[in-house]
Nanobody, 123 residues
Framework: VQLQASGGGLVQAGGSLRLSCAASQRTFSSYAAGWFRQAPGKEREFVAALNWSGRSTYYADSAKGRFTISRDNAKNTVDLQMSSLKPEDTAVYYC?????????????????WGQGTLVTVSS
């Protein structure tokens, strides 16, 4: 499955952005999905994930209370709504998908990756 992430951009601290990831195949609806990010000079880190149905979600501590992950299996999309953004949220954000619909939070569990979308939060 191919993934296409979009929605990144420049936003002031305290602002909001909505990232979207579109999958190329209907089988995506049976996959787990997640968002990860990678800041310059740092390793890729987990942000949020959800299971195939979207009923189970999991967030990194840094994202809890500020970010919301959701999916629309009819449209083969998974979104990340980000609010109260901070300069430390600046990174390239990647969506990912994994066969097996149960929730996953490790980069090693995901076999499909989008190209990344840059989010820059200014102070």
């Amino acid at each position: 499955v191919q993934l296409q992430a979009s929605g990144g951009g420049l936003v002031q601290a305290g602002g909001s952005l909505r990232l979207s990831c579109a999958a190329s195949q209907r089988t995506f609806s049976s996959y787990a999905a997640g968002w990860f990010r990678q800041a310059p000079g740092k390793e890729r880190e987990f942000v949020a994930a959800l299971n195939w149905s979207g009923r189970s979600t999991y967030y990194a501590d840094s994202a809890k209370g500020r970010f919301t992950i959701s999916r629309d299996n009819a449209k083969n999309t998974v979104d990340l709504q980000m609010s109260s953004l901070k300069p430390e949220d600046t990174a390239v954000y990647y969506c990912a998908a994994a066969q097996g619909g149960w929730l996953k939070a490790s980069t090693y569990d995901y076999g499909y990756w989008g190209q990344g979308t840059l989010v820059t939060v200014s102070s």
